[in-house]
């Protein structure tokens, strides 16, 4: 599960939001990748297509396999799952585990970009959704199968925002990649973007003004507390509810007169997608157990498995600022890219180390080790 959306304050500047959740913990590392840091991004019979980055980023991200002893880990080898540049422009991976790759032909000889490495792609040398999505029309895109999840082919799709406020997702279905203008600046998981936006029509009725009282014959109905308005909402936590919800706070929540009150208020709204461990539960015995991200083992000695908020990002893509708290914290540790753009290396910090950490923590990831 995951869910992303953006917020705008009273001076119509723009905010992002998103949760991750998977039925475990996983090596996630927050990366700085400065300006000027070359890239290769290598799919098996194709050759590299190297660029290089034009703009300093920071990122949530994976490694693309496990390190051995005589393998560390390597610059190349963190995929961003959620990140931000220093032109403000942010990039998500969500789970989407009907995603189908790319079956066009493309030539052995050309170039071509693999979906893991879309974030750095993307952050790396663009500043806009409208250059990301020129981009992609001359950019072969394929999935790869993923080292980590047993080989399932990259199951996610891919949401990009920026400072005017645009949105984009990227999905692949049906054997081709497709590319969408997203109005509504809100994304779950599947199914397909297009069939979220058909749902919304089901719900012209909501508004944020409560109905707290009505007739029926003579008979005075009055409600004794307000929130009236919200009973129309899906209450279950399907990517399907989720959507609609997400919709729902990004369109009524209360525009904040100052930066630092908009991005507490983003909180605020992110906190009606938080979830517990063991809020919902599948038991595999019973012939649930569905992972959200297949090909994501399940711990022989677990009886049940139970998706739970992982972590959860707040970003301000005006003063680009990067929040970031983990299950373990109620609190948000913070990143300022101006800031960071003076560490002139590629820094690496385990999320684990922000349990319990808040405030700005610009200067422990500067001090942290290089790649």
């Known amino acids: ?196 936006l058909t749902n919304l029509n089901n719900y012209t009725f909501l508004t944020n003004v409560d109905a707290s009282s009505a007739t029926f014959g003579s008979y005075k109905a009055v409600q004794p507390d307000s929130g009236i308005a919200t009973a129309g909402l899906p209450a279950s936590n399907t990517s399907v509810g989720r959507f609609v919800r997400a919709a729902y706070y990004a369109q009524f929540t209360e525009k904040a007169a100052t930066p630092d009150l908009a991005v507490l208020t983003l909180a605020h709204v992110m906190n009606n997608f938080d979830r517990p461990r063991g809020a919902t539960i599948d038991y595999p015995s019973a012939g649930g157990g569905h992972l959200e991200v297949a090909g994501l083992p399940h711990a022989d000695n677990e009886t049940y498995a139970t998706e739970f908020t992982c972590w959860t990002n707040l970003s301000d893509l005006d003063r680009k600022r990067f929040h970031l708290r983990t299950y373990r914290s109620l609190n948000y540790a913070s990143f300022d890219l101006a800031a960071l753009a003076d560490a002139g290396r590629v820094c690496v910090l385990p999320i684990d180390r922000l349990d319990g950490v808040s405030g700005d923590t610009t200067e422990a990831l500067k001090q942290a080790k290089a790649a």
Request: with cysteine; hydrophobic share 40%; proline share 7%.
């Open 1 to 196: 599960m995951c869910t992303s959306l953006i917020y705008r304050d009273a001076s119509d500047k723009v905010y992002f939001g998103r949760t991750l959740e998977l039925t475990m913990d996983l090596p996630y590392q927050v990366v700085y990748f400065p300006a000027g840091l070359p890239y290769a991004s290598q799919l098996e019979g194709h050759p590299a297509l190297e660029y290089t980055g034009k703009y300093g980023l920071l990122a949530v991200t994976m490694p693309a396999r496990m390190p051995t002893a005589d393998a560390p880990l390597g610059i190349a080898d963190f995929k961003p799952l959620e990140g931000m540049n220093d032109q403000g422009l942010t990039f998500s991976l969500l789970s989407y585990p009907a995603a189908g790759g790319a079956s066009q032909s493309v030539s052995a000889t050309q170039a071509v970009l693999s979906a893991s490495d879309l974030g750095t792609w993307a952050l790396g040398q663009f500043a806009t959704v409208a250059e990301v999505k020129a981009a992609l029309e001359t950019q072969p895109v394929l999935l790869e199968a993923l080292t980590l999840l047993g080989g399932v082919e990259s199951p996610f799709h891919y949401v990009v925002h920026d400072t005017s406020g645009a949105s984009l997702v990227i999905e692949f279905n049906n054997g081709k990649m497709s590319v969408y203008d997203n109005p509504v600046g809100v994304m779950t998981n599947g199914p397909d973007f297009p069939w979220h």
